[in-house]
């Protein structure tokens, strides 16, 4: 394979430019004649990055701007790609698996973005005949190799890259099935799979899902509101994420939606203990989670389609989620509704909305981004409740008294449970947000978070 592609990879959305998105360039490699690549992946630790920086689209930002800095330093003979917070190396051949320049041992980091924490692994993958047969071996690769990746990033003391197959065969023994079937939910390159892989998505979709507009198509589209900002009166700034895509949501009466890693689990306790060999762990968790990946397209696309009735557009900027901006709030809430009736049981998302009045310079926006955030975290505290706000909140309308005796009651019971408890990163936002909290909460439950602020130090 030389750079010289027989079809142009297109640019792996929300990454710098001369971002190639892996998916295409895995293709393209599938239509070569090559009896073997060399794989490497490096994986990024996002939301311990979103913490730090304290604003979830300048945590990706940051972790993007750190994977193409990586890239940009292998070397001329390896073909850089990306996708989700990864960064996928190629090259045709079984080579020595370490690309001179670039350094993603667990807590490396290049010089950009200091204190992004990045892993690695590497395999060597044999092609069969086909295209077909071909892209289907390289997405179940890059998905085991990303895998091992996610291995080495969260071992600590562990250096160097590992070889795919040495990091897992070494997981069932040092983490728990909890763990394990974590780390088998990972993200894959092509959500639907080789049977869709080579036709792919339409121009102005994101590559990764067929059916939902780019990220790279949201500053234009930005552009657009700005120059007729005096006209059309206010648009709301949205932003979308599924409710514990990971684990699912639990209720009182039961499980309220199911989750990747918890459909995981059976699977990884078998691996834990013994009773399966990894190669079976990894067949049966890439086809569970592509029937997975597949819904989550499904569903994506729904809240997108109801957002051109809403008067707007959403774009695929967020992993599980959606950002765009809508003229019409109440459209935009039954279009919510309705795509959660759709997948229920399964995936459930969440809302957050902002007024923005004026849409005129970048500033505008990212004020609203931030206010439609927190109303985005308002709607996790209250997932899987009947209240209104668990799946739709505006920033700025506050909660009734019920609704707001049910957050800080989730809060509280997140800070009892101390730091280690699923879900704790929700209480270190309302610490951090807590003159939102305060706008949107009743006298009677301001008190009680208050003294939930005391406690936590706040």
């Known amino acids: ?40 992946v490096v994986t990024s630790a996002l939301r311990a990055t979103v913490e730090q920086s ?17 890239g940009r330093a292998a070397g001329p003979q390896w073909h850089p790609s990306y996708y989700g917070k990864d960064l996928v190396l190629v090259r045709p051949g079984e080579h020595d698996a370490r690309p001179g320049g670039y350094d993603a041992r667990p807590g490396g980091h290049d010089a950009t973005d200091a204190g992004v924490r990045h892993g690695s692994a590497w395999e060597h993958v044999r092609l069969p005949a086909g295209p077909d047969a071909r892209i289907a071996a390289l997405l179940r690769a890059c998905y085991a190799v990303s895998m091992a990746a ?86 709301h700034y949205v932003v979308t994420d599924v409710h514990d895509i990971e684990w699912g949501t639990h209720r009182p009466d039961g499980r309220h939606t199911d989750g990747n890693a918890h459909l ?18 990894l067949r049966r968790a ?51 509704h309705a795509a959660n ?19 005129r310079t970048p500033a505008d926006l990212h004020a609203a981004a931030r206010r439609a955030h927190f109303a985005l975290h308002v709607t996790k505290t209250l997932k899987a409740t009947a209240h209104e706000a668990g799946a739709y909140q505006e920033f700025g309308r506050p909660l009734d008294a019920d609704a707001a005796h049910a957050a800080v009651a989730y809060l509280t019971e997140l800070y009892e449970q101390g730091a280690a408890a699923r879900g704790s990163h929700h209480l270190a936002h309302a610490v951090r947000h807590r003159d939102h909290w305060r706008r949107h909460l009743p006298p009677t439950a301001a008190a009680g978070f208050d003294r939930l602020m005391e406690l936590a130090g706040a």
Do not use: K
Request: proline residues 7%; glycine residues 12%.
């Open 1 to 40: 394979m030389t750079r010289a592609f027989l079809r142009p990879p297109r640019h792996a959305p929300g990454f710098p430019a001369g971002c190639a998105d892996t998916g295409d360039v895995l293709a393209h490699l599938a239509r070569t004649r090559h009896a073997s690549v060399t794989l490497v």
């Open 54 to 70: 304290g604003d979830h689209e300048q945590g990706l930002v940051r972790v993007r701007r750190s994977l193409a800095a990586l």
């Open 150 to 235: 996610r291995a080495v990033r969260d071992r600590p003391g562990r250096t160097g890259r590992g070889r795919a197959a040495d990091a897992l065969a070494a997981v069932p023994e040092r983490l728990s099935a909890e763990r394990c079937a974590a780390l088998l939910a990972g993200v894959l390159v092509r959500p639907l799979g080789a049977s869709r892989a080579l036709r792919g998505a339409g121009p102005g979709e994101d590559p990764r899902l067929p059916g939902v507009p780019s990220a790279d198509a949201w500053p234009a589209y930005v552009g657009e509101f700005a120059a007729r900002s005096a006209g059309p009166g206010p648009v």
């Open 264 to 281: 995981l689990l059976p699977l990884a306790t078998a691996w834990c203990a013994g009773a399966l060999p990894t190669s079976v762990v």
């Open 286 to 336: 890439y086809g569970l989670r592509i029937r997975r990946e597949c819904l989550l397209v499904d569903h994506l696309r729904a809240l997108g389609d109801g957002a051109a009735v809403a008067g707007g557009r959403l774009f695929a900027a967020l992993g599980d989620g959606l950002c765009g901006l809508v003229a019409d709030p109440d459209a935009l809430r039954a279009t919510v």
């Open 341 to 359: 009736a759709r997948t229920a049981g399964q995936l459930h998302s969440g809302a957050g909305l902002a007024r923005v009045d004026r849409v």
